[in-house]
């Protein structure tokens, strides 16, 4: 890949938290691109689900707080009640404003302002859930010019969430779980190749 | 010139013609959260830009408050974040307890349910009556809500839920009575609230407080504008004061973490330094 990508968002509905500690343990070490994460989860939970993917990974992965900077080689994730926005280039804000899709964290926030900051530098990529939250940031990123990668709804824990993406937006890729990794351990690489 | 610079150029235009007619400064916002709330409304109202918008609200002052309710809207409960208000009760009330009488201001309180919870919590602690809590936010509409403590029936489960988590000692329903949908506070609880009108970005400080709360506003600030805020709370703390932010805002990296110390940094609790 000749495109330098600056972030990577990833969202997840039922049965993500299997998916990003499967996704999160196969990363390599060096891997550098800044993640920034959206699990659905039930406002109030503690942060279990983070250390949980934390433990997975050689990367740093850490709840947001507002305004935190970002840097290479961590991994972001979006705290129950909030949700996450990409602030500017260099920083990430959280809001209280209303759920969309039923949801806080929404997918479709992140992805949304996400594809607004990046535009063609960013990797946006959407795995299981039983609701449709996403799709339209996924679309947005597509439309933006940045890259989609879907997981395979045959395969995933729950189909809809991957369906729903697919339904409006041809992506760039539909990928099994397992292979989710390692594309993007490649397109980081493609990185550090620049 | 980029698209983007034009585009930017064009909400810029859009805040100067909101803060020239209307008073209200909206260019510190943090851009992300800002976009997401312009945007939206745009799409329900049915503007395509930032400049059809902008010339609607040079003349369309019924519209502007539709604009300005949208630019607001946070969503709260009672005793959100449960913990923070146990921490409060465990931490902070024994210390406020050594003084006669205490002002607690809560900046940004919306539609008004965290500070019910907070007359609640003092009221329970046998404190109220010694207490004046002002209750501030620069929505009106929001304002008014608060003042009627009148709320959805439907969240009330979240609520109880809360208080119990947040060590209440009572029970909820002893302070409201319920009437078809809602729910309606019991008046005793307002005896020591002050509402009032105050904007953040713009006004200043109105008095010496003992406690300051604004969880979950400072998240809509850019750094600037966070800065200017904190300075202003800090400086409307008497020594040992304490200031309350929301579970996810922090002190650190600011240009005031060095006047607090902390008091409990999960719940963001901190103390001004005397």
């Known amino acids: 890949m000749s495109n330098?990508?600056?972030?990577?968002?990833?969202?997840?509905?039922?049965?993500?938290?299997?998916?990003?500690?499967?996704?999160?343990?196969?990363?390599?070490?060096?891997?550098?691109?800044?993640?920034?994460?959206?699990?659905?989860?039930?406002?109030?939970?503690?942060?279990?689900y983070v250390q949980h993917i934390n433990r997975a990974s050689s990367l740093d992965v850490l709840e947001a707080v507002d305004k935190i900077k970002i840097n290479r080689g961590?991994?972001?994730?979006?705290?129950?009640?909030?949700?996450?926005?990409?602030?500017?280039?260099?920083?990430?804000?959280?809001?209280?404003?209303?759920?969309?899709?039923?949801?806080?964290?929404?997918?479709?926030?992140?992805?949304d302002s996400a594809a607004h900051v990046y535009k063609d530098k960013v990797i946006g990529v959407l795995l299981t859930g039983a609701n449709s939250d996403g799709a339209l940031g996924i679309k947005k990123i597509h439309d933006l010019g940045g890259y989609t990668i879907v997981q395979n709804p045959e395969t995933a824990l729950s189909s809809e969430m991957p369906r729903s993406a697919l339904a409006i937006t041809k992506v760039d890729e539909v990928l099994e779980l397992d292979q989710i990794a390692s594309r993007l351990n490649q397109l980081d690489g493609g990185n550090n190749v620049k | 010139m980029e698209d983007e610079k034009k585009d930017n150029l064009a909400l810029q235009c859009l805040l100067d013609i909101v803060e020239k007619i209307y008073g209200y400064d909206f260019h510190e916002y943090a851009n992300a959260s800002l976009r997401r709330r312009v945007t939206g409304f745009m799409l329900d109202h049915k503007f395509d830009t930032y400049l059809q918008l902008a010339d609607r609200l040079l003349y369309d002052e019924g519209l502007f408050e539709v604009f300005l309710r949208q630019m607001s809207i946070t969503v709260t409960?009672?005793?959100?974040?449960?913990?923070?208000?146990?921490?409060?009760?465990?931490?902070?009330?024994?210390?406020?307890?050594?003084?006669?009488?205490i002002k607690v201001w809560h900046a940004g309180c919306a539609t008004g349910e965290e500070v019910f919870s907070m007359a609640i919590l003092l009221h329970e602690e046998g404190f109220l009556d010694r207490a004046t809590i002002y209750a501030t936010d620069f929505n009106q509409v929001a304002l008014e809500c608060a003042k009627t403590g009148i709320y959805d029936a439907s969240n009330v489960k979240q609520y109880i839920e809360n208080y119990n988590k947040a060590g209440g000692t009572s029970g909820l329903s002893e302070y409201y009575t319920s009437s078809y949908n809602a729910v309606k506070l019991r008046d005793f609880l307002k005896r020591r609230i002050t509402f009032a009108n105050h904007n953040l970005a713009v006004?200043?400080?109105f008095g010496e407080m003992n406690v300051i709360l604004c969880r979950n506003v400072l998240i809509y600030f850019n750094k600037n504008l966070q800065n200017q805020v904190l300075k202003l709370f800090r400086d409307s703390l008497c020594h040992k004061g304490y200031?309350?932010?929301?579970?996810?805002?922090?002190?650190?990296?600011?240009?005031?973490?060095?006047?607090?110390?902390?008091?409990?940094?999960?719940?963001r609790i901190y103390q001004r330094k005397s």
């Open chain 1, 74 to 111: 961590k991994a972001y994730v979006a705290p129950p009640g909030y949700h996450l926005l990409v602030e500017d280039k260099t920083s990430l804000s959280l809001s209280a404003d209303p759920r969309v899709n039923f949801s806080r964290p929404s997918i479709d926030v992140l992805f």
């Open chain 2, 203 to 205: 006004d200043r400080s």
């Open chain 2, 77 to 101: 409960e009672m005793f959100r974040d449960p913990e923070f208000y146990k921490s409060f009760r465990e931490n902070i009330i024994p210390k406020l307890k050594t003084y006669p009488y």
């Open chain 2, 243 to 267: 200031l309350c932010l929301g579970s996810k805002e922090t002190l650190r990296f600011t240009e005031v973490e060095n006047d607090f110390e902390v008091v409990d940094e999960k719940y």
């Open chain 1, 4 to 48: 330098c990508f600056e972030a990577i968002v990833i969202g997840a509905s039922s049965g993500g938290l299997e998916a990003f500690y499967k996704i999160f343990s196969k990363f390599h070490e060096d891997f550098s691109i800044p993640i920034f994460l959206v699990q659905h989860i039930k406002e109030g939970s503690d942060n279990y």
